[in-house]
């Protein structure tokens, strides 16, 4: 079986499958298993995967991996429910809401007495409904975590009726490049969007390009204002932090 040596170059989702290959352009052919592939797509896009192969039968793997991806797809739903399912390599990866206890854990905390003022004011406002932990949840890991306020003491932020704040937005740094990122903070606006709001804003460092490339991308294309308080990152007396400049961008959606 070939080494796999580090994560698939693409994130499968529950409609992009390998089957979308029509034309091998590099890659090993080994005698069976599993084999990093650059293959062309019908939309002309070049993508690396990972297929079932056997000795110059590359249909044959491509049909052998969207049947395997299939069961293991029907599987998790019977297990879990649909959810929002995304592939990496032959395991699933799932983004849910979690709780206020798996973020200590993820915090690297063991309890709440022993958490950070910050940690603190993120349990809180989960506790009272008013912050949601989103997660990329990979085979029960989770590398990946964006946070939902409602409504803050800066109503630019977050007003509780009409704009809602997103931020502490990371994924785990070998996870990062294949677009889990951007599946993650597209999911987590069309949640909020359900609960008729009407914008979505969220902070940005003004010297972070790779950062504001994406967001901008994503429709965060209006800048709100410069900030050098941060309202969801506390001091011990549970005030806002002063911090480096950093844009607020808005989205309307």
Same mark, same amino acid.
């Given at each position: 079986m070939?080494k796999?040596v580090h994560?698939?170059?693409?994130t499968?989702?529950?409609?992009?499958i390998?089957?979308?290959?029509?034309?091998p352009?590099?890659?090993?052919?080994?005698?069976?298993?599993m084999?990093?592939?650059?293959?062309?797509?019908?939309?002309?896009?070049?993508?690396?995967?990972?297929?079932?192969?056997?000795?110059?039968?590359?249909?044959?793997g491509k049909?052998? =991996?969207k049947k395997?991806?299939?069961? +293991?797809?029907?599987? &998790? !739903?019977? $297990?879990?429910?649909?959810?929002? %399912? @995304?592939?990496w390599?032959?395991k699933?990866?799932?983004?849910?809401?979690?709780?206020?206890?798996?973020l200590l854990?993820?915090?690297?905390?063991?309890s709440i007495?022993?958490a950070?003022?910050?940690?603190?004011?993120?349990?809180?406002?989960?506790?009272?409904?008013?912050t949601?932990?989103?997660?990329?949840?990979y085979?029960?890991?989770?590398v990946?975590?964006?946070?939902?306020?409602?409504?803050?003491e800066?109503?630019?932020?977050?007003?509780?009726?009409?704009? =809602?704040?997103?931020?502490?937005?990371? +994924?785990?740094?070998? &996870? !990062?490049? $294949?677009?889990?990122?951007?599946? %993650? @903070?597209c999911?987590?606006?069309?949640h909020?969007?359900?609960?008729?709001?009407?914008?979505?804003?969220i902070?940005?460092?003004?010297?972070?390009?790779?950062?504001?490339?994406?967001?901008?991308?994503?429709?965060?294309?209006?800048?709100?204002?410069?900030?050098?308080e941060?309202?969801?990152d506390?001091d011990?007396?549970?005030?806002p932090?002063s911090?480096?400049?950093?844009?607020?961008?808005?989205?309307?959606?």
């Open positions: 070939a796999r994560p698939p170059g693409d499968m989702s529950t409609d992009i390998p089957a979308l290959i029509c034309r352009t590099g890659g090993r052919t080994v005698s069976s298993g084999d990093l592939t650059v293959a062309t797509c019908r939309n002309g896009i070049e993508k690396t995967i990972w297929l079932f192969v056997k000795t110059n039968f590359l249909r044959d049909n052998r =991996a395997h991806q299939r069961t +293991v797809k029907n599987r &998790f !739903r019977r $297990q879990n429910g649909n959810g929002n %399912l @995304i592939f390599g032959m699933p990866m799932k983004i849910r809401k979690a709780t206020e206890h798996e854990e993820l915090w690297g905390y063991e007495h022993t950070s003022s910050n940690a603190k004011f993120f349990c809180d406002n989960i506790k009272r409904g008013n949601e932990f989103w997660t990329l949840d085979d029960g890991e989770l990946g975590e964006l946070y939902v306020f409602y409504d803050l800066d109503k630019d932020f977050a007003d509780g009726k009409r704009t =809602a704040y997103l931020c502490a937005f990371r +994924v785990r740094t070998d &996870f !990062r490049g $294949q677009g889990l990122g951007t599946k %993650l @903070i999911h987590v606006i069309e909020i969007k359900e609960f008729g709001y009407h914008r979505i804003s902070g940005v460092d003004t010297t972070d390009m790779a950062n504001i490339r994406l967001y901008k991308r994503l429709g965060f294309t209006i800048k709100g204002k410069e900030c050098a941060d309202p969801c506390r011990e007396n549970m005030q932090k911090c480096p400049s950093f844009w607020l961008l808005y989205k309307e959606v």
